[in-house]
């Protein structure tokens, strides 16, 4: 009687891998542009995406990415481009307790295919500069993507000033 249970999960945990997740933060749809016209199924676009960085408030993070269309990308089976963009910016006060934040964290991650391919963004602290540094990247099972994009935030005091 081990197999009907096995067999019984399995459907779920299918449905489970297909379907595309946002882990870790909040992120908004700002809008898209369409890149391809599909006659079967959604177009190919380019999606903005907003998320906050769930640790620190005040900063921002703006994503691009493709996202495929036609048939296989309306039900999921796509093998997305390893290729975004991130910028991260301030839009409010920065404010973060400096022992939750580690030096290197995960803040975002998104599914890209049906199986083994995520978008990850990294926050880095450079403490010594008052600086968070975001790094965008593609993963995957076997291979990964060196294809990468970073931006900074300083929150720190610049100096010079009288």
Not at 47 to 64: A, M, N, T, W
Not at 136 to 148: A, E, F, Q
């Amino acid at each position: 009687m081990l197999f009907p249970k096995h067999i019984a999960l399995t459907p779920f945990i299918v449905v489970f891998a297909l379907l595309p997740t946002t882990l870790l933060a909040q992120d908004a749809s700002i809008g898209s542009v369409r890149t391809e016209f599909k006659l079967l199924g959604p177009n190919n676009t380019i999606e903005v995406e907003r998320f906050d960085d769930p640790k620190v408030q005040g900063i921002s993070c703006y994503l691009s990415y493709s996202q495929i269309g036609g048939i296989s990308g309306a039900v999921g089976l796509a093998e997305e481009a390893s290729e975004a963009s991130v910028a991260c910016r301030q839009t409010g006060e920065v404010i973060f307790d400096p022992t939750d934040v580690e030096d290197q964290e995960v803040v975002f991650t998104q599914r890209r295919s049906a199986l083994f391919k995520n978008m990850r963004v990294v926050r880095m602290h450079d403490t010594e500069t008052q600086t968070f540094v975001y790094l965008t990247y593609s993963t995957k099972l076997v291979d990964g993507s060196p294809k990468n994009a970073i931006t900074a935030v300083h929150y720190g005091e610049l100096g010079g000033g009288q």
